[in-house]
């Protein structure tokens, strides 16, 4: 019997991290890493990324590398801390992982673009917002042209887990009133569709050469909208106001990204859910 292609899932017990290597299970090996000492896992800590036992990676293993410290105040205000983790060492990890003839795929943001309130593909050039966004553009520019390494570029990612939602579910639950900041616009994705779209591209790599894809929804949603969805279709007890942020809050987020890709839909072999559709499989219809 043929064995199974090794995959990699840096950041096991991560958000994005966990459900990968749950789907992945089935078509690959998957070995799982974490920094925190997880049975079953390979420690790896990206801050000394020569602790890693590289010998464990062979020639076209692929590597998904989703752990990063993702806090965009973490990244402002301890930024040599989270530089060494985000850049220093994770590019120092790919570096190592390449050498051994495995393959990359970076988990990056559309905060690279910084703000852009027109619709805009993967050819738009890039002014990275905040220092969680610099960090993530830094690593992507080390490794222009490499064959083996690849960006997914990530907009707001949206299940029952994310922190938005959560943060509704419990003021439904509570009765208390959510507060919205608007504007606040993203191309929300359902968490789904974005691990069944990297694993498209593990198995599928050499038909998609574009070294950058935009992971994003089919519509750019604004907080408000988010959660009139949330409303119809999973807590129909929500209530919420509208709020300005203040200045402090868009100096590391931008108001807008209305990014979007048609190279998703074509790794799916289907267009990507809607969130009203993405609330429906996470919830059900008023559960």
Request: with cysteine.
């Amino acid at each position: 019997m043929k064995s199974k292609q090794k995959l990699f899932v840096v950041g096991s017990s991560g958000y994005i991290g966990k459900l990968l290597a749950k789907r992945a299970v089935s078509n690959f090996d998957v070995c799982g890493t974490s920094s925190s000492g997880i049975v079953g896992a390979l420690p790896l800590d990206l801050a000394q990324p020569l602790g890693f036992d590289y010998s464990r990676v062979d020639p076209l293993d692929i590597v998904l590398l989703t752990a990063a410290i993702s806090s965009p105040d973490v990244c402002a205000n301890q930024h040599d801390y989270a530089w060494s983790v985000n850049v220093t060492g994770t590019s120092e990890f790919i570096s190592n992982v390449i050498a051994r003839g495995a393959r990359v795929v970076f988990f990056s943001s559309d905060t690279v673009y910084g703000e852009r309130g027109d619709c805009f593909d993967e050819d738009a050039e890039c002014d990275p917002a905040g220092e969680y966004a610099a960090m993530k553009h830094e690593v992507e520019k080390q490794f222009t042209g490499e064959k083996s390494f690849k960006s997914i570029r990530l907009s707001y990612v949206f299940s029952r887990e994310d922190k938005f939602t959560k943060y509704l579910a419990g003021c439904a639950e509570r009765g208390e009133e959510a507060e919205l900041f608007h504007p606040f616009y993203r191309a929300i994705v359902h968490r789904g569709d974005v691990v069944d779209g990297a694993l498209a591209l593990v198995e599928r790599w050499d038909e998609f050469p574009q070294q950058i894809i935009n992971f994003g929804g089919s519509a750019i949603l604004s907080r408000v909208e988010f959660a009139e969805c949330m409303q119809k279709h999973a807590f129909p007890n929500l209530r919420f106001c509208v709020m300005e942020p203040g200045d402090a809050f868009f100096k590391n987020r931008p108001r807008t990204i209305a990014m979007k890709s048609t190279i998703l839909p074509a790794l799916l072999g289907r267009p990507v859910h809607t969130l009203a559709e993405a609330v429906q499989i996470e919830f059900g219809e008023h559960q």
